[in-house]
């Protein structure tokens, strides 16, 4: 009798407390995960105070579980069973509708359970002509019963057990409910018995989903529970990228051309409400929008430490998307990114003219900021000036706060450059060396960091002393290649203001000659002066295709020689970008 009434005690304990936790995961996840993922959860009943066990319908659901919610459901409950040091997540096909027991079911009398028992086995013993389909799998998946002393039960009780006998937990709240009236329960009809998902979503195995034996669960509190070996983890699992644990927020060297990217970054990444999401970064490449990218998972992880971040490059979303096509599994590939609490896509333009992708990048954003998540996006160029993207996209975009990173001044680049010798204790670089490589590599971080990294292995291998005839003899390439190289955007910012436009202008369709002539002239450079070929020309400047930048080019080649304005202003404009 004692053992009997403190298994029900620990039942109904943990009950109380799965309906506690079922209701945290509810506000935290929303209601879309919730209904998808998390309500199939069944608790069943243990008389163990340190472990739970949670059972699930389907081999995929809880493998995805596992991978998603192992650590947030550990977290939740131990705060309300400080004693819990094990969850386990196991797969259970369900034999009956899941019920929950309540907090104001009262504890049971033992002789009322020995009835209930008795009945349930006459009720079951009908019921087996009515799903002689679901009996063999049932019967060898049951969850056995715990002992419960009770007095010698009539002959039906010794009746071999029915598919629809409940667990513990459902048999105290059929019992709650038989008080008032007992009713047989009636079987359940095809469509509303809980089903694996259906096979060609599933990217496991479809046997795995309907086996009989039931999955061994690996409990483990604290971390996620991985996966049993004969599973095969979710993808999101194992394509998720790693931030760099480099890339923080303390390693980023403030300025005043990304003061503004880099205080918006940092208020973003603080716990609560989110400020300025969606937050879009755009600059030159190396200019430290990945860097701040990064830098944002680390801070709002530390700040969070339950929440999902989730971080990817334009050119893997739209991979894994359509690899779930192919793949018929889009509702997994949708699941995992809106359950994202912070979510991070690096080189939007990479999308740019992909349609489908776009619809589905377009859908996955909006959920994101309509459930008011954290949304980071960064590219080459603002929202307005993106090639072939929709401009749903760009409207939602650039309804959060546009950040510009600039390239790099000479000040910041010293900067940089000294923050770099502090990692290199051992490298021995004299100061006129650092200003050369500031003075002279000005087109991004990356490979100033990389001229740097270049002198000092060299020393190293060679075992020479570093001086400036060592640095210009070692950095060669690097210096000229520096020296001669413009890009496109160089050109249309010059162009732009020396004819007092705006930047939009050269890329917008306006025909004005005031407009138009100065876009022909941008073109003419850019092919005189860059290795672009015709549609990359054409593609910066609005989506022009490669005709428009032919007969750019042979206008001003034509007016250049009957029109002494247009002549001097090329060959002004030629000398700034030449020097």
């Not at 009997?4 to 506690?20: C, D, P, V, Y």
């Not at 998720?240 to 503004?260: E, G």
Request: aromatic residues 4%; contains cysteine.
């Amino acid at each position: 009798m004692c053992v009997t009434n403190r298994q029900s005690g620990m039942a109904s304990e943990q009950a109380l407390a799965w309906a506690r936790v079922r209701a945290s995961l509810r506000e935290s996840a929303g209601p879309r995960v919730f209904e998808q993922w998390l309500k199939p959860i069944e608790l069943v009943p243990s008389d163990d105070a340190e472990s739970i066990r949670l059972a699930l319908p389907s081999a995929f659901v809880t493998n995805w579980v596992r991978s998603h919610y192992a650590d947030r459901l550990a977290m939740e409950f131990q705060r309300v069973l400080p004693d819990v040091r094990l969850v386990s997540i196991e797969t259970r096909p369900r034999t009956t509708p899941p019920v929950v027991v309540t907090a104001q079911t009262p504890p049971i009398p033992l002789a009322e359970v020995a009835s209930l028992c008795a009945a349930g086995d006459r009720v079951a013993s009908g019921a087996r002509q009515l799903v002689p389909t679901r009996r063999r799998t049932v019967a060898s998946t049951r969850p056995v019963m715990p002992r419960i002393a009770t007095p010698a039960a009539p002959a039906p009780a010794a009746v071999a057990p029915a598919p629809v006998v409940a667990a513990p937990a459902s048999l105290a709240a059929s019992v709650a409910k038989k008080r008032a009236t007992v009713k047989p329960t009636p079987p359940l009809a095809p469509a509303a018995i809980p089903t694996a998902i259906p096979a060609e979503t599933q990217p496991v195995p479809a046997p795995m989903a309907r086996d009989e034996t039931p999955v061994t669960p690996r409990p483990v509190f604290g971390v996620s529970i991985p996966a049993p070996e004969p599973l095969i983890a979710p993808r999101a699992a194992m394509d998720r990228p790693a931030l760099d644990p480099r890339l923080t927020f303390n390693r980023f060297v403030v300025d005043s051309s990304n003061m503004v990217a880099f205080n918006a970054a940092c208020a973003l990444a603080e716990p609560g409400v989110p400020r300025f999401s969606p937050l879009f970064l755009h600059g030159g490449t190396g200019q430290g929008k990945t860097h701040l990218m990064n830098a944002i998972g680390h801070a709002y992880q530390a700040a969070v430490p339950s929440a999902q971040v989730l971080y990817m490059s334009a050119e893997r979303f739209m991979f894994e998307f359509v690899s779930a096509l192919r793949a018929r599994d889009t509702h997994a590939f949708k699941a995992r990114l809106r359950s994202a609490d912070l979510l991070m896509i690096d080189d939007l333009q990479f999308i740019a003219g992909k349609g489908s992708t776009q619809e589905e990048f377009f859908h996955t954003i909006n959920e994101i900021v309509l459930n008011g998540k954290r949304l980071v996006i960064c590219a080459d160029r603002a929202p307005q000036a993106l090639d072939a993207i929709e401009p749903r996209i760009v409207s939602r975009l650039s309804a959060g706060l546009v950040a510009d990173i600039k390239a790099p001044n000479l000040a910041l680049r010293r900067a940089i450059l000294d923050r770099k010798m502090a990692d290199l204790p051992d490298a021995v670089v004299p100061v006129d060396v650092i200003e050369l490589i500031a003075a002279r590599i000005n087109t991004n971080i990356r490979e100033l960091e990389g001229a740097l990294n270049r002198v000092v292995a060299y020393a190293q291998l060679t075992g020479q002393r570093v001086d400036m005839d060592f640095a210009v003899q070692t950095l060669g390439d690097t210096l000229r290649g520096a020296e001669r190289r413009v890009t496109i955007d160089d050109i249309q910012k010059l162009v732009t203001q020396f004819f007092d436009l705006k930047p939009l202008d050269m890329v917008s369709a306006r025909r004005s000659r005031s407009v138009a002539r100065p876009r022909q002239i941008a073109m003419y450079l850019a092919k005189r002066l860059t290795t672009r070929s015709l549609p990359e020309i054409g593609r910066k400047f609005g989506g022009r295709d490669h005709s428009t930048v032919i007969h750019a080019v042979r206008k001003i080649e034509q007016l250049r020689d009957t029109d002494r304005e247009i002549d001097s202003a090329v060959r002004v404009l030629l000398r700034e970008l030449e020097a």
